[in-house]
């Protein structure tokens, strides 16, 4: 089994700074993308950031130049860093991962089970 864990998520005040981190555990052979996706009730999960396992990041429009994505290949482990916080930027942030169990297996994407993040006065 493949688990996704994330952390970090709770209450700040606008302007604030938030760090969000997602392990992945288990039966993994590879993982060779993480990201983070949100999700406001009512509305569809929309990406926000994404890293390859070679280091390379992509940004969703909304979170370029306050948010930065990173990752540890050795502890499987993302991480999201989210400057200047917005009431809009409320959300569930979900974790997800291209995870190859064994060699012969297929990629398979994963997902954690959210962490909430609150941005409020």
Known sequence: QVQLVESGGGLVQPGGSLRLSCAASGTIFRINNMGWSRQDPGKQRAFVAGISSGGTTNYADSAKGRFTISGDNAKNTVYLQMYSLKPEDTAVYY??????????????????QGTQVTVSS
């Open 95 to 112: 974790c997800t991962a291209n995870i190859l169990k064994g060699p012969s297996d297929s990629w398979q994407a994963y997902w954690g």
